[in-house]
């Protein structure tokens, strides 16, 4: 297999990636629209994956072949259109799928310390065996929010579909508020997990006086 390194597109490559699909299923944008969706772009190769999924959401509110600029802001725009398709989805869950999809979410958020919070890769054997079913139904084209992908070993993975689900969700910013110093303990754990797993079980890596006790308080 070989690997090819792609510049980011410029403007007018990001312009025709934009128009010329549109046309060629006899689609018009809205005088304005592809001027908007570009500078919502930008310079940033991140917000690349975001312009996908903003005008997959757009192509939802097609009025009479024209993608308008009102549907563009009613979806919340490049930066809020993921955030509300959360909101949509978790407002379709039940009470038991809500609290199962806050366990999980938390545990896809590696929490900043003195820095912004970002994704987090994690395995399938790290999550509870009944959560991965609604991991699945999320990975779904129709609700996109999770990837599941395979590391090196072949093992299942989980992580957050964008980075901008979590500076942009509020709800998701509000469990990490309430779970932070949870998670930011527990991450410190897996670091002290692996370095005795790495010396085969030395009882000298294992927790002992205050954090021991922290651990069995948490």
Wanted: glycine content about 8%; proline content about 2%; aromatic content about 6%.
């Amino acid at each position: 297999d070989k690997n090819y390194i792609l510049a980011p597109m410029n403007r007018e490559e990001l312009q025709g990636a934009i128009r010329i699909p549109a046309q060629q299923r006899g689609v018009k944008l809205e005088p304005g629209l592809l001027e908007l969706l570009l500078d919502d772009v930008g310079e940033k190769a991140e917000n690349l994956p975001l312009l996908e999924f903003a005008l997959t959401q757009l192509w939802n509110h097609l009025e009479d072949g024209l993608l308008k600029i009102d549907a563009y802001q009613e979806i919340g725009g490049l930066q809020q259109s993921l955030a509300r398709h959360a909101e949509d989805i978790y407002a379709q869950l039940n009470k038991e799928q809500r609290q199962r999809m806050q366990r999980v979410f938390i545990q896809l958020v590696r929490p900043g310390e003195g820095a912004a919070d970002t994704r987090n890769v994690v395995s399938k054997s790290e999550l509870q065996e009944e959560d991965w079913e609604l991991i699945t139904t999320l990975n779904q084209e129709n609700a996109r929010l999770l990837v599941i992908n395979y590391d090196q070993n072949r093992h299942e993975t989980v992580e957050i579909v964008h980075e901008a689900l979590i500076s942009g969700w509020g709800l998701l910013n509000n469990w990490m508020t309430s779970h932070r110093q949870f998670r930011t303990w527990q991450e410190r754990l897996k670091v002290g997990i692996k370095n005795w797993q790495e010396k085969q079980g030395d009882d000298d890596y294992l927790l002992i006086g205050g954090a021991l006790g922290e651990a069995e308080g948490w």
